[in-house]
Structures are given as structure tokens and as C-alpha cells.
């Protein structure tokens, strides 16, 4: 029984955790001096990207690092 309470107690709490919304406030900001760092994939010729379905294989093995 006291592992029923306890297990209840903790799932209580936790949903209202999980439900919360994401707060930004000054801290998350950029500040004078900081920089942005920008990153650019080349695309592989011949992939649509919007192709999905059952048994549908992409194939990335061509793709260098």
C-alpha cells in the first residue's frame, strides 16, 4: 500500500511538471560579444526529402562528414 501512495504522489507531481510552458527569460538571450555559429549540409543529388511511405529507404550512405 505504501508503494501505491507513493507511486500516485510522484506521478501527481510529475504531470504538472510536464504540463508546464517554457519560460525564456534574460539569461537565454545573446549578450554583447556572443557569437552565432552557422552550419550549411550540401544535399546529395537525387533526394526528395518529402518522399515518405511504407517501405521507403533513404539512403544517406553517400553523404561524406
Known sequence: MKKIITLIL???????YLSSQ???DD?????VGDT?????AFTAGG????L???NYTWD???LNI
Open 36 to 40: 552565432i555559429r552557422l552550419s550549411q
Open 47 to 50: 533526394i526528395d526529402y518529402t
Open 10 to 16: 510522484c506521478l501527481g507531481f510529475s504531470i504538472n
Open 52 to 54: 515518405t511511405g511504407n
Open 27 to 31: 539569461n537565454d538571450m545573446p549578450d
Open 60 to 62: 544517406f550512405s553517400g
Open 22 to 24: 517554457i519560460v525564456i
